[in-house]
Structure formats: C-alpha cells, structure tokens
C-alpha cells in the first residue's frame, strides 16, 4: 500500500472510531453515568489510566524488536503508530484479523507479505504464551501439582490433535515456518518474551487499580 493511499483512507479510519465512541455515549443514561463518576476515586483511577500507557509501550516495544529483526529500518515512532492502528483494526474486526493489516504496511516498508504475516503471529503466539503460562501456574497454586500437571497434558493433546488431525495444510505450513523462524531468532524471541510478561505485568496492575477507583474489593 502506498504512502498516497494510506493517507487517503487514514482520515476516515479515524473518523470510524470517533463515530463509535458518540455512538456509545449516545446509548448510555447520562444520569446513571454522571453518578457512576462522582464515584470514582480519581486518584486511583488517573493510576490506572497511566497505567495503559505501560501495556502498549511493552507492545510497542515487542513489535519493533520484531520488525527491527528483518533489517527494516523503522522508528519507535513509526512502532508506536503502526502497532496502534493493529489493534484498532483488530478492535473493528472479527477473530481481531484486523492485525494482520499491518502486513500491508510492512510490505511498503519492503517486508515481504509471508514474513510480514510470520511476525504478526509471533507478535500474538506471545501473548497466547504468557496467557497459558499463567494459566497453568494458577492451576498449580489453586489446585495443586497433580491438576497442574493433568491440566498441562491436556492442553497439550488437544494442540495436537487440532493440529494434526484438523488444521489444514497451509496453517500447518505456516505454522511451521513461524516455529523455524522463531528458532533462528531466539534473542528475538526471548526479548519479545520478556516484553509481554512486563506488558502483563502493567495490564493486571491497571486490571486491578481500576477496579480499586471504582470501590469493587479484588483483595485475595
């Protein structure tokens, strides 16, 4: 896509979200929510308003590593803005395919569209990562070794048996070469690892601030 075209639909992207959020506050009871505000311990929630801020400087940070990884030589700025338009465009889409927008502006920077695909699904296979590690380690804790361990075989037989028996033979190629590639970038691979822990880390602290502003007791 080129620079001319993404400036002529950009504006209209933008006008896309502002319209949603008028058309969220236009179906909302201004006298319930006028309430539900002077609730709010401001303090608390500016926290966990600042907070945010964290979760996507992580991502950000992710994304560039893996950009920077194909020799493009792209900015943190131009990380910053092309991650956001990914979740954007994941936000206003089914499955959030949405991110996988950002192949065609990779591909003007001169990435190719397989590798451009390749590192938006390290970029979510991240996540889905540290989600099923904290998944598991909560098993551990709550339940015990023994549940741990049956939950973590489980998990694993069903991968394998969706991916063997049930995925086509595209995902699976393209699963494949994902895997390959993550295993000739391993540095890559664990500085990306290590951003999304810390990108977790800021969600459950903002998770958890937030609901603190609003008087809702998490306290274990």
């Not at 920077?68 to 092309?82: A, C, D, I, Y």
């Not at 690892?193 to 502003?213: E, H, Q």
């Amino acid at each position: 896509m080129s620079n001319r075209k993404k400036h002529r639909y950009m504006p209209y992207l933008q006008l896309i979200g502002v319209g949603i959020f008028f058309w969220i506050i236009a179906r909302i009871e201004h006298t319930e929510l006028l309430a539900a505000l002077h609730s709010v311990r401001m303090p608390v929630f500016l926290s966990a308003f600042f907070l945010q801020f964290g979760i996507y400087i992580c991502k950000t940070l992710r994304w560039h590593i893996l950009v920077s990884q194909t020799g493009t030589k792209t900015s943190l700025r131009q990380s910053w803005v092309l991650y956001n338009i990914g979740i954007f465009l994941s936000i206003i889409t089914p499955a959030k395919i949405g991110e996988f927008g950002k192949v065609a502006y990779l591909q003007s920077a001169g990435v190719s569209p397989a590798k451009g695909i390749i590192l938006v699904l390290i970029d979510r296979m991240a996540d889905i990562i540290v989600i099923a590690l904290l998944f598991l380690i909560s098993i551990m804790i709550l339940f015990g070794y023994v549940w741990h361990m049956l939950f973590t075989s489980t998990l694993l037989g069903m991968l394998c048996l969706v991916l063997c028996l049930h995925a086509p033979p595209r995902v699976r190629k393209i699963l494949q070469v994902t895997m390959r590639y993550i295993q000739q970038h391993r540095d890559m691979s664990t500085f990306a690892l290590l951003f999304t822990i810390g990108g977790w880390g800021f969600y459950f602290a903002w998770a958890v601030l937030t609901a603190r502003s609003i008087g809702i007791d998490v306290s274990a």
